[in-house]
C-alpha cells in the first residue's frame, strides 16, 4: 500500500536555486494539498487543488508554485529557494468530499536552504 | 478567517494519568473538526473526527466532543500510556480546506 509518495526526504539547497519536490498519490483522490510545518506554527497550507486541472492559494502561497497536470501528481516548486522556506514540506490528498474528508498524509519532505 | 487554537505544550504525564488538551475554533461556516497525531519523523495520521455539532469522535481510547456553543474540540484521554507520546494537532475542515492548530507536544513518563 503505497499512499501517497513525496521526494526528496530530504534536500540541502542554496539559496537562489530552483527546487520541486515531488508529490504522487495512488488512491485517486480528487483533492491534493501542500502544507508547510514550522515549530509552533503548526501545518501552514500553500497551495491546494480540489480536482486535475485546478489549483488555489493557500495561507502561505508566496514564493511558491504548484500544478496539476492529472490525478495522481502534485509537484509543488520554488522557483528561487530563500532560507525562510527552510521547513518540513507535507503533501497529503483528500477524497474531496467537502469537509468531511479524511487528509492522508506523505511522510514528508525536509528542506534545507542555505 | 477560519482557524483553531489549541494549548501549547508541551504536556508531561505520568502513565495512566488523564489527558486534555483544549482546542478552540473560529469557523465562517460548519466545518467539520478533526484530532491528527504525528509520532516522531512521520506524517500526520488522522486520530478521530466529527462531522456535526455535538457528535463525539473516539478512537484508541481518545474522544472528542464537538461543541458549536463554546466552539470547542477538547481531546480526552482517561488513561495515556507511554506510546502515546505525540505531537496532536487539532484541525477544522471547510469547503475542501483544513486549517491546523500549532501542535501540543505530548511526553508520557512511565
Known amino acids: 500500500i503505497a499512499g501517497i509518495t513525496q521526494a526528496p526526504t530530504s534536500q540541502i539547497l542554496a539559496a537562489g536555486r530552483r527546487m520541486t519536490l515531488r508529490c504522487t498519490q495512488d488512491?485517486?483522490?480528487?483533492?491534493m494539498y501542500w502544507y508547510r510545518q514550522d515549530l509552533g506554527l503548526g501545518l501552514r497550507l500553500i497551495h491546494y487543488s480540489n480536482t486535475a486541472g485546478t489549483t488555489g492559494k493557500g495561507e502561505v502561497p508566496d514564493g511558491y508554485s504548484v500544478s496539476r497536470a492529472n490525478t495522481d501528481d502534485f509537484p509543488l516548486t520554488l522557483a528561487s529557494a530563500v532560507p525562510p522556506q527552510t521547513s518540513v514540506y507535507f503533501c497529503a490528498s483528500s477524497y474531496g468530499q467537502g469537509n468531511t474528508g479524511e487528509l492522508f498524509f506523505g511522510e514528508g519532505s525536509r528542506l534545507t536552504v542555505l | 478567517g477560519d482557524s483553531v487554537t489549541q494549548m501549547e505544550g508541551p504536556v508531561t504525564l505520568s502513565e495512566e494519568a488523564f489527558l486534555t488538551i483544549n482546542c478552540t475554533y473560529t469557523a465562517t461556516g460548519y466545518p467539520s473538526l478533526f484530532w491528527y497525531v504525528q509520532y516522531p519523523g512521520e506524517g500526520l495520521q488522522l486520530l478521530l473526527k466529527?462531522?456535526?455539532?455535538?457528535d463525539k469522535g473516539s478512537n484508541k481510547g481518545f474522544e472528542a466532543t464537538y461543541r458549536k456553543e463554546t466552539t470547542s474540540f477538547h481531546l480526552e484521554k482517561g488513561s495515556v500510556q507511554v506510546s502515546d507520546s505525540a505531537v496532536y494537532f487539532c484541525?477544522?475542515?471547510?469547503?475542501?480546506?483544513?486549517?491546523f492548530g500549532s501542535g501540543t507536544k505530548l511526553n508520557v513518563k512511565p
Open positions: 484541525a477544522l475542515g471547510l469547503a475542501n480546506k483544513f486549517y
Open positions: 466529527a462531522t456535526k455539532a455535538d
Open positions: 488512491m485517486r483522490h480528487n483533492a
